[in-house]
């Protein structure tokens, strides 16, 4: 993604978690006839991924066929007695909490030393991965700002393979959660486009964390 914040990623951080994707698969999903999803995005994404279980979850979910996924996962508290600990765990309940949550934040902290310094509140927008989901850049930015500060942060305080994990995992979460705002026409045509980003952010991502 161009970066809005993080596939919150930087343009080029956000361009780089964007720039390689998974080998099309051979059989076509069971999905490409469906008229919602008919679009020129909707169906180069259904042409990369085919029925690659994960894409046919997220179509299942937008489709009501299976329950909807929006769990965020646990993180830890704030114990105000050491402040390395409390900053990283700051962090993570910003970068790895809901859209709503993150904002408030921004809103209280961006551009001052507090409630912690050394925190990077710097966000780019989202790019694209490789030419998918071009229409959903902005739709997405949130999510893409919650996922640049996740990043941003956590790979100068706690740069582990599990830390970028949740915070994909996050950013697949709150996608989906702009996704399920959406009216039932609109919401499987997003929910495509929600796990090609996603998948950009796994395949391509490493390199900016």
Same mark, same amino acid.
């Given at each position: 993604?161009?970066?809005?914040? +993080?596939?919150?990623? =930087?343009?080029?951080? *956000?361009?780089?978690? #964007? ?12 999905? *490409?006839?469906?008229? @919602?999803?008919? &679009? ?5 994404? !259904?042409?990369?991924?085919?029925? %690659?279980?994960?894409?046919?979850? $997220?179509?299942? @979910? =937008?489709?009501? @066929?299976?329950?909807?996924?929006? =769990?965020?996962?646990? /993180? ?9 600990? %409390?900053? !990283?765990?700051? /962090? ?6 809901? /859209? ?7 809103? *209280?902290? +961006? ?7 050394? !925190? ?5 927008? #989202?790019?694209?991965? %490789?030419?998918?989901? !071009?229409?959903?850049? @902005?739709?997405?930015?949130? $999510? #893409?700002?919650?996922? &640049? ?18 915070? %994909? ?9 702009? #996704? +399920? =705002? ?6 499987? $045509?997003?929910?495509? *486009? ?16």
């Amino acid at each position: 993604m161009r970066r809005l914040a +993080a596939f919150t990623l =930087a343009l080029p951080l *956000a361009m780089a978690a #964007c720039s390689q994707q998974a080998a099309p698969t051979a059989s076509p999903s069971p999905y *490409a006839d469906r008229p @919602e999803l008919q &679009d020129a995005g909707s169906q180069a994404i !259904l042409a990369r991924y085919g029925n %690659d279980p994960g894409l046919t979850a $997220a179509l299942q @979910e =937008a489709y009501g @066929e299976r329950p909807g996924t929006l =769990a965020y996962p646990s /993180v830890p508290a704030l114990n105000t007695q050491d402040y390395a600990s %409390d900053r !990283l765990a700051y /962090v993570k309940r910003t970068g790895w909490g809901t /859209v709503s949550n993150y904002n408030a934040q921004y809103s *209280a902290y +961006a551009g001052t030393s507090s409630p912690y310094t050394g !925190l990077d509140w710097t966000r780019d927008g #989202c790019s694209a991965p %490789d030419g998918l989901g !071009l229409g959903y850049r @902005e739709d997405f930015r949130p $999510a #893409c700002n919650v996922h &640049d500060f996740a990043y941003r942060n956590l790979k100068v305080y706690q740069r582990t393979d599990a830390n970028r994990l949740t915070s %994909d995992d996050v950013f697949y979460t709150n996608m989906k959660a702009i #996704c +399920a =705002a959406k009216s039932w026409y609109a919401r499987p $045509a997003c929910y495509s *486009a929600a796990y090609a980003y996603y998948q950009g952010v796994r395949i391509g991502g490493s390199d900016s964390f």
